[in-house]
């Protein structure tokens, strides 16, 4: 009669064994909630009253009474033609620059009143007209902005144009001419993009400015030729997107001071003069969309503090030089969409040192599957023995370039993962198969138990 409890009792104890060999070999899922992290309310900055850090953001300065124009420290001819501007002066335009929603303002400390020594103007209403007068009251401005203020240009009193310093017309002012332009001959500072100017060439507009660094028409619709005499203490030009042709001259070489040189998008043809080697400060080369044709000039393995080169989309041929790997600073090169030919001259290391790196669209380059992965998406075939490329490229690489993402791509991640993925079943199956072997177990104890108990 004592049989039956001593089976249940087993029986209960083989369940609970099975249940906990199976949990314990089992994957376990476990679920994260992530907790959300406390969001606190921006502080708002401190209201500057240093011209010298002003805010676009009108919401970033607490609210205040407005003041009366009476009371402002401008002098009150220029607070009369920002009001001819419709910019706004219920706040001091020098005490309270962040107030102006849609411009900045910056003053001089003069007394009894202040003076505007820095203006921009943005996103212009379709009622903003410039006026000569207001113009010919704000001539104590070293710097004048527009950016996005698609109004009608009228000539610049000479006193503002020889005050100027800086000018920027950013989508603005509808349409300039070179003329209109030169006449601010006192500039460091000339940015004029997205803009239609009509001038014969650059030297038109810079040929009187004796005192300008940095030079940006882009964009323009500029015709002509690259001058051949520039100011020597030039560190940015910028004349892309517009429609200069001829050949670079090699009178470039003059521009010693220069950082930055973007012909992109334009009609160059002929060879990279070899003067370019003297740029000897340049850091950024962007000769990008022109129909430029030769060699890559050896005297460019000159400049050593070289980061941005874009030859690109153009008509270059030869080897590709080797002296690249030795730049220390290089991170961006692009020599895509060229006639270049031969064995790619770059290894793993140096290709992955490099931010970007596009050699693709060269249908006559190759690299070497001894040095490179053929996982690296390259855009370009592999060698033959003879150091000519194959044809056509390996399917396989091709459809392997259309799926990733990177510039070059040798990782294994897909093997690992097919690795990762038979781990998972291999536990599940080992985990069953220990919780039926303690099952059969059990039930042999417990019939042997029960024979002995008789």
């Known amino acids: 009669m004592e049989q039956p409890p001593l089976l249940v009792t087993l029986l209960l104890l083989l369940s609970l064994l099975s249940a906990r060999a199976f949990s314990a070999t089992s994957p376990r899922v476990v679920v994260v909630t992530p907790t959300p992290a406390p969001v606190s309310s921006p502080t708002p900055p401190k209201n500057s009253t240093s011209p010298a850090s002003p805010s676009l953001s009108p919401s970033s300065s607490p609210p205040s009474t407005p003041s009366s124009p009476s009371s402002s420290t401008l002098d009150p001819k220029q607070l009369r033609a920002l009001q001819s501007l419709n910019i706004p002066t219920s706040k001091d335009p020098c005490t309270h620059p962040t107030q102006l929603q849609r411009n900045i303002t910056l003053c001089d400390s003069s007394k009894p009143f202040s003076h505007l020594i820095s203006l921009r103007i943005l996103n212009c209403s379709d009622d903003v007209a410039l006026s000569f007068t207001a113009l010919k009251s704000l001539s104590t401005l070293q710097s004048l902005q527009f950016v996005n203020c698609p109004i009608a240009p009228i000539s610049f009193p000479a006193e503002l144009a020889e005050s100027l310093r800086s000018f920027t017309c950013i989508s603005s002012l509808r349409r300039l001419t070179g003329v209109w332009l030169s006449r601010l001959q006192n500039l ?143 991170k961006y090169l692009n020599l895509a969409n060229n006639n270049f030919r031969g064995v790619m001259p770059f290894n793993a290391s140096f290709i992955s040192r490099l931010t970007v790196f596009k050699v693709g669209g060269n249908d006559n380059l190759c690299y070497n599957r001894s040095i490179l992965s053929s996982k690296m998406k390259l855009g370009i075939s592999p060698c033959d023995k003879h150091g000519f490329p194959l044809s056509p490229p390996p399917a396989k690489d091709s459809s392997e370039d259309d799926n990733s993402d990177s510039d070059y791509n040798d990782s294994d991640s897909d093997d690992t993962s097919r690795k990762d993925s038979h781990r998972g079943p291999n536990k599940y199956v080992l985990g069953v198969a220990i919780g039926l072997s303690s099952i059969v177990f059990l039930i042999i104890f417990l019939v042997l138990l029960s024979k002995c108990c008789r």
């Open 188 to 330: 460091t500072d000339l940015t004029v993009s997205n803009v239609q100017v009509n001038a014969s060439g650059p030297f038109v507009i810079l040929g009187n400015m004796k005192k300008i660094k940095s030079v940006t028409v882009s964009h323009a619709n500029l015709t002509g030729f690259f001058p051949r005499h520039m100011n020597p203490n030039l560190t940015l030009i910028d004349f892309s997107g517009n429609k200069l042709r001829g050949r670079i001259p090699s009178s470039i070489n003059r521009l010693e001071n220069l950082l930055t040189l973007n012909l992109s998008s334009n009609t160059f043809n002929g060879e990279i003069p070899t003067t370019i080697g003297d740029l000897i400060s340049l850091k950024n080369l962007s000769l990008a969309s022109n129909s430029l044709s030769g060699d890559v000039p050896d005297s460019m393995s000159a400049i050593p503090g070289l980061v941005h080169v874009d030859l690109s989309s153009n008509q270059l041929n030869g080897t590709i030089p080797r002296y690249f790997t030795a730049m220390k600073t290089l």
